[in-house]
């Protein structure tokens, strides 16, 4: 690969969010750059720059370099030397070697970076170069299909407050691949949480479940958690499921009656709808085993078994029964 060195404004070079080759979120001199921007841009004020960055066509394209080019700007450097690279002196494969190379060898990824890596290898390397998916499969780590390509395109296009959260690691790409492009509030909401990453899965969750309830009710949700300042997923959980906490004490009661031997217990689902009982038992004899047994048929008998299938099932969640009294 022939490389002309040549002197370059870097001003001048695309350095843009857009531009094609950038997959770099931050770089030197944006607002919330990191202590190795400002470094950066030390060094290249008192050392120049000691690395030419490459540069690809007329236009030209800056293929590797863009944290280098933004260091040069913030130091006030009005000429740079750059390597500029020609179809006629490198071949496509080349080029993609070059800018995948630099991505294995710098700081780790980002999600949004990393989200950004694929959508621009594709659009800029595949569709123009006709360089194979399989390069980016490599640098991406995992297999890339169509569909998901096309999803992480659009995570692209959301405000720049939330994929400035994605890239932070407030978000994952998980939730907002969850939530859909068009659940901004959702995004935001979640976003500011602080929530760990187990309990922003299910903040998600919940939201989704939301959502389907109609907005009458996620608009309900975002009002008491926007006025009462309560936790997230204590708001959530409030509005998804209003007769939580009378169920579970309901539960409690019934599964009271059943009287069964110590060391068995029946745990209900953490949210009801949609799960199931899980009955827990230590059976160090024959005796204990036909205790639990004969206190199981007799709750089925009586139908307390049938209340606690109702009350999973959501069919007497406002109603107060005659044996729900007792």
């Not at 030419?52 to 260091?71: C, D, F, S």
Request: glycine share 8%; aromatic share 4%; net charge neutral.
């Amino acid at each position: 690969m022939k490389r002309i060195l040549i002197p370059v404004d870097p001003s001048k070079l695309p350095l843009g969010r857009d531009a094609a080759l950038r997959f770099r979120w931050r770089l030197p001199g944006d607002d919330g750059e990191s202590a190795s921007d400002t470094e950066l841009i030390a060094s290249v004020r008192q050392y120049g720059m000691i690395d030419p960055p490459i540069l690809y066509g007329k236009a030209p394209v800056v293929v590797l370099g863009h944290r280098r080019i933004a260091a040069a700007r913030q130091a006030g450097l009005e000429k740079i030397d750059a390597f500029i690279i020609t179809e006629e002196t490198a071949t496509r494969d080349e080029i993609a070697s070059l800018w995948l190379e630099d991505v294995r060898h710098g700081a780790a990824l980002t999600d949004l970076e990393k989200i950004t890596l694929t959508v621009k290898c594709r659009e800029f390397l595949e569709e123009n170069f006709k360089v194979s998916l399989g390069r980016l499969e490599k640098a991406a780590g995992k297999t890339l299909s169509k569909d998901y390509l096309e999803a992480t395109g659009r995570l692209l296009e959301l405000p720049e407050d939330i994929l400035d959260s994605l890239h932070d690691s407030k978000l994952s790409t998980g939730d907002l691949l969850s939530l859909g492009p068009n659940d901004i509030e959702a995004a935001r909401i979640l976003a500011g949480s602080g929530l760990n990453r187990k309990e922003q899965r299910e903040a998600v969750r919940i939201m989704l479940r939301l959502k389907d309830m109609g907005d009458d009710v996620w608009e309900s949700f975002a009002k008491d958690y926007e006025v009462r300042g309560v936790g997230l997923l204590e708001t959530l959980t409030a509005t998804a499921y209003p007769s939580l906490d009378r169920d579970l004490e309901r539960i409690g009661k019934i599964v009271k009656e059943m009287r069964l031997p110590p060391g068995a217990a029946i745990h209900s689902p953490e949210h009801l709808e949609g799960g199931s009982y899980r009955l827990a038992a230590r059976i160090r004899d024959e005796r204990t085993l036909s205790e639990l047994l004969n206190k199981l048929h007799a709750a089925l008998d009586d139908g307390k078994i049938k209340q606690l299938l109702d009350i999973l099932k959501g069919n007497q969640r406002t109603q107060r029964g005659t044996k729900q009294g007792q």
